[in-house]
């Protein structure tokens, strides 16, 4: 039920970021405004989706790593690969301590998987197996592209509110144009609901990853385990908020800053202990390994 609910959801919220494109545009009336800032968004959208692997991995600082540096995690992989009928990924390590991992890739012929060294010091062999599942998970869902669709769509918005400052959006005739309060309604309200519900996809996608990472490791127990450790560890050793790191911290299984109070409105994962709750729901109705 929750795997048809957060595609179902998934498709809303992106359908909710389009319609507020076009409420946007049509308070401001400004169709030039509009083709400018789609013209920018998906520009540095389509960048960020092509180079999203390079972009990560440099940011996270990882190295590749083969079959010979890590026998372990690369047959942990290739067999999960093997499974979902996908080509093996390639496989990364980065020199972290925080627990930590990622995928990224636009599809599953240009992807990579990575780990921190921390998540390979405090997860069993059975948790790190689950974890592999839930970001292979990510690349055959296509969430890059999902992200780099949603993220176009609200910086589009982000960016004609930006553009109403300097450009004159609306019709032309004061008399006939929107409401000065309206206008400045849309200017500030605009930007944080594309931002909201930006991050309302990405927490959905993690769900789904959850869910999809169970089914293909077959242990749902193993990820909601793992998923509890690295939440401890995220908040133990959290990553500085540098903007390297910003820019790829939505792409991790768990947010690599410390949150807490109103950070969490803004988190790009859902709560942990709802992931662990629907794990353990899972859990219930198909056999463990």
Known sequence: MHHHFNGLKTALLLGVLSGLI????????????????AVIAIGMNGFS??????????????????????????AMVRELATVAGQPMPRLYVSPTNQPNAFAT????????????????QILTPRELR?????????????DILISSVAGALATIITMIANLAFFIPLGGGDDDDGPNPAVLLLTLI???????????????????????????LSSDPLALASAL??????????????ESRLLSSSHLMIDNPFRKSGVANLFSTHPPMEQRVARL??????MPTR
């Not at 509890?228 to 908020?241: D, E, F, V």
Request: charge should be positive; avoid cysteine; charged fraction near 20%.
């Open 49 to 74: 989706y092509f180079y999203s692997d390079k972009l990560a991995l440099r940011s996270m600082r990882a190295y590749p790593v083969s079959e010979v540096d890590q026998p372990a995690l690369y």
């Open 22 to 37: 076009l409420a946007v545009g049509y308070v401001f009336g400004g169709s030039t405004g509009l083709v400018i800032a």
């Open 105 to 120: 890739g636009r599809n599953p012929r240009n992807a990579a998987v990575a780990v921190t060294e921390g998540i390979t």
């Open 189 to 215: 309200v605009g930007p944080i609901a594309a931002s909201l519900i930006q991050l309302a996809i990405s927490r959905s996608r993690e769900f789904q990853a959850d869910a999809d990472g169970a089914k």
């Open 280 to 285: 353990e729901e899972m859990a219930r109705y």
């Open 228 to 241: 509890r450790k690295i939440h401890m560890g995220t908040q133990s050793l959290p990553l500085p908020q």
């Open 130 to 142: 689950a974890v592999i599942g839930h970001e292979l998970s990510h690349v055959y869902n296509r």
